[in-house]
């Protein structure tokens, strides 16, 4: 098992830019992937981008590739999401997810990913 807990949002101008923080705890993580997802109401969880926590190796969606930066600190059990450059689509509550151990780095589909944090609200205002 692998709990998950967000942190960081908030509200900021459009350009601004907003650090998310996933604090893991529970089972070591080793080739998990672990994964950042968004919604907003009416749609289905969209996925954001991910990282392989045993390699570093990042996977973004098209729509927010150059601007979203996921890392990890394996020392901390942290995964964070970098938002710079935001803009009103990205208004969303975000997630953090993992998957058990394995899984693809290039998946979007959120059914593969196992375990959820409770989310935390962005809000970009123009």
């Known amino acids: 098992q692998v709990q998950l807990v967000e942190s960081g949002g908030g509200t900021v101008q459009v350009g601004g830019s907003l650090r998310l923080s996933c604090q893991a705890s529970?089972?070591?993580?080793?080739?998990?992937?672990m994964g950042w997802f968004r919604q907003t109401p009416g749609k289905e969880r969209e996925f954001v981008g991910a990282?392989?926590?045993?390699?570093?190796?990042?996977h973004y969606a098209d729509t927010i590739k150059g601007r979203f930066t996921i890392s990890r600190d394996i020392a901390k059990n942290t995964m964070s999401l970098q938002m710079d450059s935001l803009k009103p689509d990205d208004t969303a509550v975000y997630y953090c997810?993992?998957?058990?151990?394995?899984?693809?780095?290039?998946?979007?589909?959120?059914?593969?990913?196992?375990?959820w944090g409770q989310g935390t609200q962005v809000t970009v205002s123009s």
């Open positions: 990282i392989r926590w045993s390699f570093g190796t990042t």
């Open positions: 529970g089972e070591t993580l080793g080739h998990h992937v």
């Open positions: 997810a993992a998957t058990t151990n394995g899984g693809s780095l290039t998946d979007a589909n959120s059914r593969s990913y196992d375990y």
